[in-house]
């Protein structure tokens, strides 16, 4: 039983340049769900996917980000333009029923 | 709106002895789910615990139990028989009702870096 993994785990980017992350849920999960954690904090909820479909944003999530769950399988999360408040640890998790969230390792992103 | 507080930036245990992170919430809903998470100085959180407002036990998993007392709004996790993997970070989570459009996420507290000395 693979658990959520996350690529890349580090990614350095200058600013204004775009990224992209991607997650892969548990096999079974069909939520999926994106998070930011800066230093010292908890994580902050971006966006939620149930199968393909998605059905929360935060209002963290600017214009500049955009999320997708092609097939309801694996998951990319970009962003376009990045700033430097854009660095932070960019979780991702899955589940499978309305309880526990299973994370992934997490992509740190710096912008520089 | 939830909001989750844990109000020890830091805790320092001793190897073997037990030791109780607070955590309080605060929410309107009638129906919520109560988290604790660990996440290690690599970085992945780690499910620990989880207690529904309706259970009328108190959680427990292993050497983990969530002290849940719904009129004080108070979930706090005591970890028994400390062991120096335990030192980590703690987190705090709660999600709100299904029928709601915020329900799905998790809204976590700021943490608790837990030290457990040799």
């Known amino acids: 039983d693979t658990g959520v993994s996350q690529n890349p785990r580090h990614k350095i980017t200058k600013r204004g340049q775009n990224v992209t992350f991607r997650c892969d849920p548990i096999?079974?999960?069909?939520?999926l769900y994106w998070y930011r954690q800066t230093l010292g904090q908890g994580p902050e909820f971006l966006t939620y996917f149930q199968n393909e479909a998605q059905l929360e944003k935060s209002r963290l999530l600017s214009d500049r980000f955009s999320a997708e769950r092609p097939k309801g399988s694996f998951s990319t999360l970009e962003i376009q333009r990045t700033e430097q408040g854009d660095s932070a640890m960019y979780l991702c998790?899955?589940?499978?029923?309305?309880?526990?969230?299973?994370f992934g390792p997490g992509t740190r992103l710096t912008v520089t | 709106a939830q909001k989750i507080t844990q109000t020890q930036p830091g805790m320092f245990v001793q190897e073997k002895e037990a030791v109780t992170l607070d955590c309080t919430y605060d929410t309107s809903d009638q129906s919520y789910g109560l988290f604790w998470y660990k996440q290690p100085s690599s970085g992945e959180m780690i499910f620990l615990i989880y207690q529904g407002s309706y259970d009328e036990q108190n959680a427990t998993e292993g050497r983990y139990s969530l002290n849940f007392q719904k009129a004080r709004k108070s979930a706090n996790l005591v970890i028994s028989a400390s062991q120096l993997g335990d030192s980590a970070m703690y987190f705090c989570a709660m999600r709100g009702r299904i029928s709601s459009g915020s329900a799905r996420q998790l809204t976590f507290g700021s943490g608790t870096q837990l030290t457990v000395l040799p």
């Open positions: 096999s079974e999960h069909n939520r």
């Open positions: 998790a899955s589940s499978l029923l309305e309880r526990e969230q299973y």
